[in-house]
């Protein structure tokens, strides 16, 4: 559905607009749209909105409340995930697992790119879980200084779910400047789209 509504935006960016072959295939776009949605169905990327939060480079560091945005350097009761040292380290609640290499609880977290699927194909532990190798060269990893993407799924405190999602972060090697730059979910338990909505994108929701 998602991928049918991406197509849809695209072709309203095609230089072809205006011209009776675009008009045709709008209208037929839009036939299609109404077949493929339901009226009944109810779906919503939930954004955090942009927060800028500074990751600490401390044990402690923030811990952040993926449901209410809740974020606080010292253990919160419904906490999600916990970055550390500057983004060195990487915690997950037993309610909130990072998509990594493997299942075991350890495995290295992945970072993810613009438009990268994030759902339940992945790789995701149990319990609670960490990360320490996740800054490197690699294609995979994130890199000091750089944003990058994190997926996810994700539990919410009234313990429904699993949802899945994404978080916008800038590591440090336990250096001043990292950040959590923003994250999103989508509440249907269908995938996402890494990095979408981002601060300056429309944000497409079906009532």
């Known amino acids: ?15 072809l607009r205006g011209s009776p072959r675009f ?11 109404s077949v493929a949605i339901p009226h009944s169905a109810q779906s919503a990327v939930i954004y955090s909105g942009l927060q800028n939060i500074p990751i600490p480079t401390t044990f402690d560091g ?9 974020t606080s350097t ?4 419904g906490w ?3 970055i550390f040292f500057g983004g060195v380290g990487i915690g997950g609640s037993t309610d909130f697992q990072p998509a990594r290499i493997g299942t075991s609880n350890m495995d290295t977290v992945l970072k993810y790119a613009l438009n990268d699927v994030i759902d339940g194909s992945l790789l995701y532990s149990t319990g609670e879980t960490g990360s320490s190798d996740h800054l490197g060269p690699g294609l ?5 200084g750089v944003e990058g993407d994190l997926g996810f799924s994700f ?4 313990s429904s779910g699993p949802y899945y999602g994404w978080m916008r972060l800038t590591p440090t090697a336990n250096n001043p400047g990292g950040v959590i730059s ?18 300056g994108r429309a944000m497409l929701t079906l009532i």
């Open 62 to 70: 923030v811990y952040v409340d993926i449901d209410n945005g809740s």
């Open 23 to 33: 008009a045709g295939l709008a209208v037929a776009l839009c036939l299609a749209l």
């Open 80 to 82: 999600d995930v916990n």
């Open 74 to 77: 010292s253990t919160i009761v």
């Open 155 to 158: 539990t919410k405190n009234d």
């Open 1 to 15: 559905m998602k991928r049918l509504l991406t197509f849809v935006i695209a072709s309203l960016r095609s230089p």
């Open 140 to 144: 995979n990893q994130f890199q000091e």
């Open 182 to 199: 923003d994250w999103a979910w989508e509440d249907s338990g269908s995938f996402i789209l890494a990095g979408t909505p981002e601060p």
